[in-house]
């Protein structure tokens, strides 16, 4: 529920058991729940593990003389321009975004474009965090309050 890497949920992770030992008077459920937890956070920090990023696929749909600001916004955004298709005085963007970049686009791209442009985006794939954001994201993580195990 908490991973040690900024605290955040840890998903396709499999361990096993392969050795251990019971003591009449100090082997308890607690006590073995606690060796795994510590086991567990131990063998993570040394295995190297990576904060990912939902990725968006994100279609805008402008008039040819907003084109620049908007491909503008996007990069801004952290985004990768997959294709740029001009149809009928209207230029097609297409693009992924990291999904934290999106925020607050709506508005950005109704201001950008006087209102003219629209958009839509959709789930495509996760990616590994950029180490500037990654700093960024552990000392927020420092600065919160530990989450429980």
Do not use: C, W
Request: glycine letters at 8%; zero cysteines; charged letters at 25%.
């Amino acid at each position: 529920r908490s991973g040690v890497y900024a605290g955040y949920q840890m998903i396709d992770v499999k361990a096993q058991v392969v050795d251990g030992s019971f003591h009449e008077v100090d082997s308890n459920e607690l006590a073995f729940k606690m060796a795994g937890i510590f086991a567990f956070k131990d063998a993570v920090k040394n295995a190297g593990p990576v904060l990912l990023e939902p990725i968006m696929k994100v279609e805008v749909t402008t008039p040819d003389e907003y084109q620049g600001d908007l491909l503008g916004d996007i990069n801004r955004r952290r985004g990768k321009i997959i294709s740029i298709e001009a149809k009928n005085g209207q230029t097609v963007l297409n693009a992924n975004v990291p999904l934290a970049e999106m925020f607050g686009y709506a508005t950005a791209i109704r201001s950008l474009s006087k209102g003219r442009a629209a958009y839509s985006m959709e789930p495509l794939t996760f990616e590994q965090v950029p180490n500037s954001v990654l700093s960024t994201i552990m000392d927020s993580a420092k600065s919160r309050p530990a989450a429980r195990t």
